[in-house]
């Protein structure tokens, strides 16, 4: 339906169990059902915006370092999502569901009904997730982009991650950006040996910064910065249906290229680190 503008019969629905998806092993997580944990009264709290085609699931690896590390995290669903659970176009008001709803509802929700106090705030978007970041909030909170068009220049705080072997968002259109607005570029051999370790006291970073994969035989696609056991339950439901996307020339979004690199892991290895370390310097 997303990709086609198809209803899909409800025959193709699948369910998926996720595992967590921490990708350091200190980090123990546990489930709400199992051992419910009262919110915090107050604390740095940070949204994930996913993409298209994506889901509240997208960026749990993140979610999960962050949380271990002291931040509130909140995920919401939104409409453009593979994993949606309610009909964007139907809601009480009559006015359809988009992302700014979602978004304004849950903020409010946070404050009055959960009476958490943030302390600050941050977002991390992915692919169209980066339009939303951008939009969301004042110059005060801090942005960080995975996979986007452009550089956020909404405030002070922006850290912006891409790779030349994205296939669905040409990382080529982001770097004149980055130039002329003094985004510092970032070595990634450097990053990746210097932040593996977020318990180390590691250099400052740039307020605005910028990290680009140049490496085309290895450097990551558009969604090898997502969670692998998400990565993996997306690419085993959409894998029927790539061959006629292709054919009829309907975007796949890198699914067809992760088939084959299956590098969430590896890209997680690199870019965790360094955003949970950006979002304690720049929010704590």
């Not at 903020?107 to 951008?134: F, M, R």
């Not at 950006?177 to 250099?203: C, G, H, M, P």
């Not at 690419?235 to 309907?250: C, D, K, N, Q, W």
């Not at 950006?278 to 704590?284: A, D, E, N, V």
Request: glycine share 8%; net charge negative.
């Amino acid at each position: 339906r997303l990709l086609a503008g198809w209803n899909l019969p409800s025959f193709v629905d699948r369910n998926f169990s996720l595992r967590p998806g921490a990708q350091d092993e200190n980090i123990q997580v546990t489930t709400g059902a199992n051992n419910p944990q009262p919110l915090p009264q107050s604390a740095p709290v940070i949204l994930l915006a996913h993409g298209y085609l994506g889901s509240r699931f997208d960026l749990s690896h993140l979610a999960e370092a962050l949380a271990s590390r002291g931040f509130l995290v909140l995920s919401p669903e939104y409409p453009e999502s593979l994993a949606a659970s309610y009909d964007a176009k139907e809601s009480a008001s009559g006015i359809p569901i988009d992302r700014t709803i979602i978004t304004s509802q849950l903020l409010q929700t946070l404050t009055t009904q959960w009476n958490v106090e943030p302390k600050s705030y941050g977002i991390v978007g992915h692919s169209l997730g980066c339009g939303t970041a951008d939009r969301t909030g004042d110059a005060s909170w801090t942005r960080v982009l995975l996979a986007g068009g452009y550089p956020s220049l909404r405030g002070p705080n922006c850290l912006f991650v891409g790779s030349v072997n994205d296939g669905a968002v040409s990382v080529g259109r982001s770097l004149e950006a980055l130039k002329e607005n003094n985004f510092v570029f970032l070595d990634e051999n450097t990053i990746r040996s210097q932040y593996r370790d977020t318990n180390n006291n590691n250099d400052k970073l740039p307020s605005k910064a910028s990290l680009i994969f140049r490496n085309l035989n290895n450097a990551p696609n558009h969604i090898s910065f997502l969670a692998e056991g998400t990565n993996d339950a997306m690419v085993e439901f959409l894998s029927p249906l790539l061959p006629l996307a292709r054919t009829l020339g309907i975007p796949v979004l890198d699914f067809d290229k992760y088939q084959l690199s299956r590098d969430s892991r590896v890209t997680g290895e690199t870019v965790i680190p360094l955003v949970v370390e950006y979002l304690m310097q720049k929010m704590m």
